[in-house]
C-alpha cells in the first residue's frame, strides 16, 4: 500500500511538470489565452470551490460557454496542481458519440497532448483511453453499462453529466442510478451540466443541491418564416419561372443542369404556394400538435433548401451556414442532390460538410476549420449541432423544423425512426447557433403559424418513448424492477400505465412471470420500434416473408397511405377495396397498394397510379424508406442474414403472412359472428364493438374467418377498430401470444381462457390433437 501511494506520488509530480511545461510554453500560451477568453473562465475558482464543498453542483450556461470543454479541464488542472493528479479519476458523459469524441480531442489539443494520455474517450465499441487517463468523456449508455459490472463505481472520484437540460432516456436513468449511488459514495463529486436555466428541477431532485449559472453573451439574430423569406430572396413566387439562375451557360452539361433546375425552381414555387395556402386555411388555431401533422414540410423538400442555401451564397455576407436536417439519410441525400450542383459542386465556392453521429473523425474535424477566403463553409447537420457542438463562425442558419429524437442509444445506438416537430426551445436554440460571432439569420422553412403551434419544451425522452418500449429498455439495462425504478425518477410516468405495460410484455411474451427479458424481448429491446411491430418484424424474418411484412410494419408506424376524401368518400372505399379482393385484410390490402405503387414507380407512372386509386404518394414514399431501415437493422442485429436472399422465400403466402400478423398483434383479438343481418363482434375487454367504415371489413355482410387482429382500437361511444386482418382458429393457436415461456401448457391455458370467454367450443378438440402435435414438434 505504502509503495502504491509513492508511485501515484510519483506521477501525479510528473503530470504536474508536464502540464506546467505546456503552460510555459508558446503554444501553451496562446492555448490559454483563447481559454481565458471564455465565460466560463471568470467563474473557474468559485465552481472549484463549491464543488470541493458540495457532493451535487448544477451548472447552467449558454452553449458555447465552455461548460464542456473547460469544467471537466479546470477540475483535472486544479487536482494536477494539487499533485493528486494520478490519484483523480473523472467522468464526463456524453449523450452522443459524435460529442464524446470531438471534446475529448479538443480538451487534449487544450492540454497539448494526444488523445489517449491523460484524456481519452469511450463510445460503443470504439474508444481511446490509456493506464493513465484521467478524464474520460465517454456516452451515457457506456456510463450505465460500466454500473452494471461496478455499481460502486470503484476509483472514480468526479461524475459530470452533460446536456441534462436534453432529457434523454439515458440520462434520466443514469440519475436515478447515481442518486441512489450518492450515499454509499460520500467522497463521489456530482455535476450536472445544463445549457438552459432550468436548474431547479435537478437541484430538488438531489435535496436542494447549489446551482452555478455561467453568463453568456451572444449577438442577435434575426428570425425569417416561410413566408417572410419568399418575399425576402426577391422571388415573388409567381415568378419563379422567369428567373434565370444560370444566364451564360458555357457547356452542354451546365445547360441541362439549368433546365434540370429552373423545373424544379417550379415546383417548388407551386408547392411553396399550396403549403402556405393550406397553413393559412387551416390557420392553425387549436394550437393542437394535430394541427401540425397537416403541415408537411417534406413536400417542399430539399429543393427549398437548396434555394434557400443559393440565395445565401449568392447574395449573403460572409460566414457559414449550417442546416439543420432530421438524420443521417437525409443528410446524405442533400449532399448528393447539392453535389451535382454547379454551386455547390464547385470547392472554390463552397465547402460541403455533413455533420451527424455516424461520420469520420477526419470529417468531423473540417466542421470546426475555418475554410479558404472566399470559400463558404456549409454544414448539414441533425440536431446534435443545437447544443454539444459549437461551430464558431456559423452566421446562418437554415431550420427545417423536424429532428429525430434520440431513444433508444441505450444498448444500440440505433436513431429513432420518424421525424417529429421540434419544440419552440429547440427552434430558439437552433436559431441561437447563428449568433456566436456576429448578429446573423435564421430561415426557419415553415411559416410562422406553425412555429405558434409547436409545444414550449420537448417532453423529457422517458414520458414520451411508449412505456412498453421503456420497460424493456430498463430490463435489458438490468435496472431491476421496472416500477420501483421508474417511480424513483424525475418525473415518473403513471404508475398505473407502467403496470399494463408490464403485463402487456409479459402476455406477447418479451418478459416472463417474474419479469425477466426472455429471449424475444431481448431482441425486441434491440429494435426501435414498439414491440408488436418488432415482433412482427422477427417473425417475417424467421418464417421468410419478409418483404410484406415490413410493409405492414411500415405502414403502421407512418400512416394510411389510403385517403379517403370527405366529397368522395365511396369512390376511395372502393377504390381500397379493389386491393383487398375479398381476402379481409386491410393489412393484405396495405402490401397490394404498396407492391402496386412500387410496379408504377418503375415505370414512372407513380403519380398516375395514387391519383387513381386514392393512394398518398408522399405516405408509400414514407413507408418505402423505412422499410430500407428495417433491413439494414434487421441485418445489423444479426436477424437477417446478408449473404442468402431466403428471407422472402414464403413472401407469396397469404397464410403465412396473416399468421405474421397475428403474431404481431396478439392479444388485439376481436371474435366474429355472422348474424341474419349484421356481424357481431366482441372482444375480451370491451364487449360489442365495431369497425371503421374505412376498413375494408366495415362494408361487407359476412366475414369468413372466426376472428379478426386488429391494430389499433378508439373509443368513441362504442369501440371502434382500426385495420383487421381475418384469421382462422389454427393460427390464432400457434401464432396468438407466447409458447417459451410456462412451456405449451401455459400457453394453451392463456389461449383456453379467450377461447372459453368466446365460446368457440368447437375448436377444442383441434387443440387437444394440435397440442400432441406441438409437443412432439417441441420435442424435436
Ligand atoms: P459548452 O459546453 O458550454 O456549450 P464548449 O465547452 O463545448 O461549450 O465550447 C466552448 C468553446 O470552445 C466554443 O465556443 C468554441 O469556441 C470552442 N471549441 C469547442 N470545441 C472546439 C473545437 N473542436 N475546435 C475549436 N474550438 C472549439
Ligand atoms: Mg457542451
Redesign the pocket.
Known amino acids: 500500500n505504502v509503495a502504491m501511494e509513492k508511485i501515484i506520488r510519483r506521477k501525479s509530480l510528473q503530470l504536474r511538470n508536464k502540464q506546467q511545461e505546456w503552460l510555459d510554453s508558446s503554444e501553451g500560451q496562446q492555448m490559454l489565452e483563447f481559454r481565458k477568453s471564455?465565460p466560463?473562465f471568470k467563474e473557474r475558482d468559485m465552481l472549484l470551490k463549491t464543488i470541493s464543498e458540495n457532493q451535487v453542483v448544477v451548472v447552467s450556461?449558454?452553449?458555447?460557454?465552455?461548460?464542456?470543454?473547460?469544467l471537466p479541464q479546470y477540475i483535472l488542472e486544479s487536482e494536477i496542481e494539487a499533485a493528486r493528479g494520478a490519484a483523480c479519476s473523472i467522468i464526463c458523459t456524453q449523450p452522443r458519440r459524435i460529442s464524446a469524441m470531438?471534446?475529448s480531442?479538443?480538451v487534449a489539443a487544450e492540454r497539448g497532448e494526444n488523445l489517449g494520455e491523460s484524456v481519452g474517450y469511450k463510445v460503443r465499441l470504439e474508444g481511446m483511453k490509456g493506464r493513465d487517463t484521467r478524464l474520460l468523456f465517454c456516452t451515457t449508455g457506456v456510463l450505465l453499462r460500466r454500473l452494471l459490472v461496478d455499481r460502486n463505481l470503484t476509483g472514480v472520484t468526479h461524475v459530470i453529466v452533460?446536456e441534462i437540460h436534453e432529457r434523454g432516456m439515458n440520462e434520466d436513468f443514469l440519475l436515478i442510478v447515481l442518486r441512489d449511488l450518492l450515499p454509499q459514495r460520500p467522497d463521489l463529486r456530482l455535476i450536472l451540466?445544463s445549457?438552459t436555466l432550468n436548474a431547479e428541477l435537478f437541484s430538488s431532485y438531489f435535496g436542494g443541491a447549489p446551482t452555478i449559472h455561467i453568463p453568456g453573451f451572444t449577438y442577435p439574430v434575426r428570425a425569417h418564416f416561410l413566408e417572410d423569406f419568399v418575399e425576402m430572396t426577391g422571388y415573388r413566387l409567381t415568378q419563379y419561372n422567369q428567373i434565370d439562375d444560370y444566364g451564360q451557360e458555357k457547356t452542354w452539361k451546365m445547360q441541362k443542369q439549368a433546365q434540370a433546375f429552373r423545373k424544379r425552381k417550379s415546383h417548388i414555387a407551386s408547392s411553396v404556394e399550396d403549403a402556405l395556402e393550406a397553413a393559412n386555411f387551416k390557420g392553425y388555431s387549436s394550437r393542437t400538435q394535430d394541427s401540425l401533422s397537416c403541415w408537411n414540410p417534406d413536400s417542399i423538400g430539399f429543393n427549398l433548401i437548396e434555394h434557400v442555401l443559393c440565395h445565401i451564397v449568392r447574395r449573403e455576407r460572409p460566414g457559414a451556414v449550417l442546416v439543420f436536417m432530421t438524420g443521417w439519410d437525409d443528410i446524405n441525400s442533400l449532399k448528393d442532390q447539392l453535389q451535382a450542383h454547379p454551386i455547390f459542386g464547385d470547392p472554390s465556392r463552397v465547402l460541403l460538410l455533413a455533420c451527424h453521429g455516424s461520420m469520420a473523425s477526419s470529417e468531423q474535424r473540417l466542421i470546426?476549420d475555418k475554410p479558404e477566403d472566399g470559400v463558404r463553409k456549409i454544414v448539414l447537420a441533425t440536431n446534435m449541432a443545437e447544443?454539444?457542438?459549437?461551430i464558431?463562425d456559423v452566421v446562418f442558419v437554415v431550420d427545417c423544423g423536424k429532428a429525430k429524437e434520440t431513444s433508444y442509444d441505450a444498448l444500440n445506438n440505433t436513431p429513432c425512426l420518424l421525424p417529429s416537430w421540434i419544440s419552440k426551445a429547440a427552434a430558439r436554440q437552433r436559431r441561437g447557433r447563428a449568433g456566436?460571432v456576429q448578429p446573423g439569420e435564421c430561415y426557419h422553412l415553415y411559416p410562422k403559424c406553425v412555429y405558434e403551434a409547436f409545444s414550449d419544451y420537448q417532453l423529457p425522452e422517458l414520458l414520451r418513448t411508449p412505456l412498453q418500449s421503456l420497460c424493456l429498455q430498463i430490463k435489458s439495462l438490468q435496472l431491476g424492477s421496472i416500477s420501483d425504478f421508474l417511480s424513483r425518477a424525475l418525473q415518473p410516468p403513471e404508475p398505473l400505465s407502467v403496470q399494463n405495460a408490464v403485463e402487456y410484455l409479459k402476455v406477447i411474451g418479451a418478459l416472463d412471470e417474474s419479469e425477466n427479458l426472455t429471449i424475444l424481448g431481448r431482441h425486441l429491446s434491440a429494435l426501435p420500434v414498439e414491440p408488436k411491430l418488432g415482433k412482427m418484424l422477427i417473425y417475417g424474418a424467421v418464417f421468410n416473408c419478409l418483404d410484406p411484412i415490413m410493409t405492414v410494419v411500415a405502414g403502421l408506424s407512418v400512416r394510411d397511405p389510403f385517403l379517403m376524401p370527405f366529397d368522395k368518400k365511396d369512390l376511395a372505399e372502393s377504390a381500397k377495396a379493389q386491393f383487398s379482393a375479398q381476402d379481409y385484410s386491410d393489412h393484405l390490402a396495405l402490401i397490394r397498394a404498396y407492391d402496386g405503387w412500387k410496379a408504377s414507380e418503375a415505370q414512372q407512372s407513380g403519380y398516375e397510379y395514387c391519383w387513381k386509386n386514392f393512394l398518398s404518394a408522399q405516405t408509400l414514399k414514407a413507408i418505402d424508406s423505412l422499410r430500407k431501415q428495417f433491413s439494414y437493422l434487421l441485418k445489423d442485429t444479426g436477424l437477417i442474414d446478408q449473404r442468402t436472399k431466403n428471407c422472402n422465400t414464403w413472401s407469396h403466402d397469404e397464410h403465412l403472412i396473416r399468421a405474421v400478423i397475428c403474431a404481431g398483434l396478439f392479444p388485439g383479438i376481436c371474435s366474429v359472428v355472422n348474424k341474419e343481418k349484421s356481424i357481431g363482434l366482441k372482444t375480451m375487454e370491451d364487449g360489442q364493438v365495431l369497425l371503421y367504415s374505412n376498413s375494408v371489413n366495415g362494408a361487407v355482410s359476412k366475414i369468413p374467418f372466426p376472428w379478426l387482429v386488429f391494430n389499433e382500437k378508439v373509443k368513441v361511444n362504442t369501440v371502434f377498430l382500426r385495420d383487421s386482418t381475418g384469421i382462422s382458429d389454427s393460427v390464432l393457436l400457434l401464432f396468438g401470444g407466447k409458447i417459451s415461456s410456462g412451456g405449451l401448457d401455459g400457453h394453451l391455458k392463456m389461449l383456453g381462457g379467450y377461447l372459453e370467454f368466446f365460446m368457440k367450443p368447437a375448436i377444442a378438440d383441434m387443440y387437444l390433437s394440435l397440442k400432441k402435435e406441438l409437443e412432439e414438434l417441441i420435442q424435436e
Do not use: P, Y
Not at 61 to 70: A, D, H, R, V, Y
Not at 387 to 390: A, G, H, K
Open positions: 471564455l466560463a450556461g449558454e452553449t458555447g460557454c465552455g461548460k464542456t470543454t473547460q470531438a471534446v480531442e479538443r452533460d451540466m445549457a470546426f447544443t454539444s457542438i459549437t464558431n456566436r
